[in-house]
C-alpha cells in the first residue's frame, strides 16, 4: 500500500489479494429486464453490512461528480484499488483518478447518496473497512 495527497489522504491498495464477492456485486435483478442497466449499477457492501449503489464508470470517463463517494477498481479482478471522497472535483479528481489508473483502477464506482460530508466519511470508513 502506498499513499499519495489529493483533496484528502487517501491509500492505493495493493490489488494482489482477491475481492471478497460478497462486497462488490451486480445487481442481477436487474439483469433480466434492463442488462444495460445492470453492467453500469453495482452494490457494494461495507464492513457493517450496509449497502452503497453505484453507478460504474471507466475511469477515463468518470464525470467531474463533486461531494461524492469513489471507489477505483482493477475491472478485471474486481479489486478495490483505493476508496475516497470527489471532494470538490475538477483538476484534484482527475489527478487521484490518474494516480489510481496508474495503481491498477480501470473503472470508478461512484456512490452519489451520501448527501453530507459526515455521510460520506462514514461511508468511507464503512467501505473500507473501519465503521
Known amino acids: 500500500m502506498f499513499y499519495f495527497r489529493s483533496m484528502t489522504q487517501i491509500a492505493i491498495r495493493s490489488h494482489t489479494s482477491l475481492r471478497d464477492s460478497r462486497l462488490c456485486a451486480p445487481l442481477t435483478a436487474l439483469g433480466r429486464d434492463a ?16 449497502s452503497y449503489l453505484v453507478s460504474v464508470y471507466p475511469i477515463g470517463e468518470c464525470p467531474d461528480y463533486i461531494d461524492a ?13 483505493w476508496i475516497g471522497e470527489a471532494g470538490e472535483g475538477g483538476a ?20 452519489l447518496l451520501a448527501g453530507d460530508p459526515a455521510a460520506r466519511s462514514r461511508a468511507v470508513r464503512d467501505l473500507d473497512g473501519r465503521h
Open 35 to 50: 442488462p444495460d442497466a445492470a453492467s453500469r449499477f453495482r452494490r457494494w457492501r461495507g464492513a457493517s453490512g450496509r
Open 69 to 81: 463517494v469513489l471507489i477505483a477498481v482493477d475491472g478485471e479482478s474486481s479489486a478495490c484499488v
Open 92 to 111: 484534484g479528481l482527475a489527478a487521484t483518478l490518474a494516480i489510481a489508473a496508474q495503481a491498477g483502477a480501470s473503472e470508478v464506482h461512484v456512490h
